[in-house]
T-cell receptor, first 117, second 113 residues
Framework: AQTVTQSQPEMSVQEAETVTLSCTYD???????LFWYKQPPSRQMILVIR??????QNATENRFSVNFQKAAKSFSLKISDSQLGDTAMYFC??????????????FGKGTRLSVIA | DGGITQSPKYLFRKEGQNVTLSCEQN?????MYWYRQDPGQGLRLIYY???????QKGDIAEGYSVSREKKESFPLTVTSAQKNPTAFYLC????????????FGNGTRLTVT
């Protein structure tokens, strides 16, 4: 079974600074996807970024980027120029590609990020 | 606009009563999922369904039941056998294909006293 570990339960960052959230996972599969989801105080889950394991290039979405190290099974999220609206719970998630493409996501326990003015 | 609707947002029940959480989607997605969220536990999979009239147990299915009679609907019943039912419940869906993102509803907060 796949597992996802987020070792930082809570983090804080000053507004406009950069912060990196850590995520490691354990799998014997070779084809999979990795995701970062954001859950603000409204509790709505929002997809931040995703990475296909077969792609070596790290995914980026505006101020959000990942450092994907497949051999190390590491998938960290970097948030640049942090904004107050980035304050949220961040979840790392793994999904095996599978046959049907509908396999469930496995989530980590989350990192609570606070952006301080 | 297409989306996933979970109702109600807050639900209160007495211990020993079964309760059903609603999840409806108009995105024409094949797969639907139920997750439970507890503080410090992340999201844990309860049940999922890849097609109508079929569903599979997740990691914490005990004390829960589901049905998938229609593509649009995937209700979750929390039975009296669930030892700690108070939690935040999230429903999600996606279309077929590994590259399709997971869409979430706004969640239901269930409190059992």
């Amino acid at each position: 079974a796949q597992t996802v570990t987020q070792s930082q339960p809570e983090m804080s960052v000053q507004e406009a600074e950069t912060v990196t959230l850590s995520c490691t996972y354990d799998t014997s599969e070779n084809n999979y996807y990795l995701f970062w989801y954001k859950q603000p105080p409204s509790r709505q889950m929002i997809l931040v970024i995703r990475q296909e394991a077969y792609k070596q290039q790290n995914a980026t979405e505006n101020r959000f980027s990942v450092n994907f190290q497949k051999a190390a099974k590491s998938f960290s999220l970097k948030i640049s120029d942090s904004q107050l609206g980035d304050t949220a719970m961040y979840f790392c998630a793994f999904m095996f590609s599978g046959d049907s493409g509908n396999t469930p996501l496995v989530f980590g326990k989350g990192t609570r990020l606070s952006v301080i003015a | 606009d297409g989306g996933i609707t979970q109702s109600p947002k807050y639900l209160f029940r007495k211990e020993g009563q079964n309760v059903t959480l609603s999840c409806e989607q108009n995105l024409n997605h094949d797969a639907m999922y139920w997750y439970r969220q507890d503080p410090g536990q992340g999201l844990r999979l309860i049940y999922y369904s890849q097609i109508v009239n079929d569903f599979q147990k997740g990691d914490i299915a005990e004390g829960y039941s589901v049905s998938r009679e229609k593509k649009e609907s995937f209700p979750l019943t929390v039975t009296s056998a669930q030892k700690n039912p108070t939690a935040f419940y999230l429903c999600a869906s996606r279309r077929t294909g590994p590259n399709s993102p997971l869409h979430f509803g706004n969640g239901t907060r269930l409190t059992v006293t």
